[in-house]
């Protein structure tokens, strides 16, 4: 599939799953793992864009690791307040981002998934 780990190659298959009909570019990051960008994931009516690219890497240690950080293309929130804690612009794989620093300090691998992370970091998102 992606000559990645095989936990790796599911948490991919996965991904696709959750985000069927969406574009997903998997990219081998050299090491095992993968780095991931899901197209148009929609971020709510709070931001404009209100749909973006999501991406993050999946490393070789997982499931045992955390998926963090997460990024998402740039939005601007339409009252024009600023991005709050946890939301910082930079640029990652050649693209300028928002980096969501969400760390899941209780990850349970047999619980957790990149997947589910994903979506709990968009759920989120879209709430501040």
Do not use: C
Not at 91 to 101: D, K, T
Request: no cysteine; charged share 20%.
């Amino acid at each position: 599939m992606t000559s990645a780990t095989p936990p790796v190659d599911d948490a991919v298959a996965a991904v696709r799953d959750q985000y069927a009909g969406h574009p997903v570019e998997i990219v081998p990051d050299g090491g095992g793992g993968v780095y991931v960008i899901i197209d148009n994931v929609d971020v709510g009516e709070r931001y404009t864009p209100s749909a973006t690219w999501l991406g993050f890497q999946i490393n070789a240690a997982y499931p045992i690791s955390d998926v963090y950080p997460l990024y998402m293309g740039q939005v601007d929130r339409v009252d024009g307040q600023v991005h709050g804690e946890g939301i910082q612009a930079i640029e990652w794989q050649g693209r300028p981002a928002l980096q969501l620093s969400r760390r899941s300090n209780r990850w349970n691998p047999r619980l957790d998934t990149a997947a589910l992370k994903a979506e709990k970091v968009i759920t989120w998102f879209s709430s501040q």
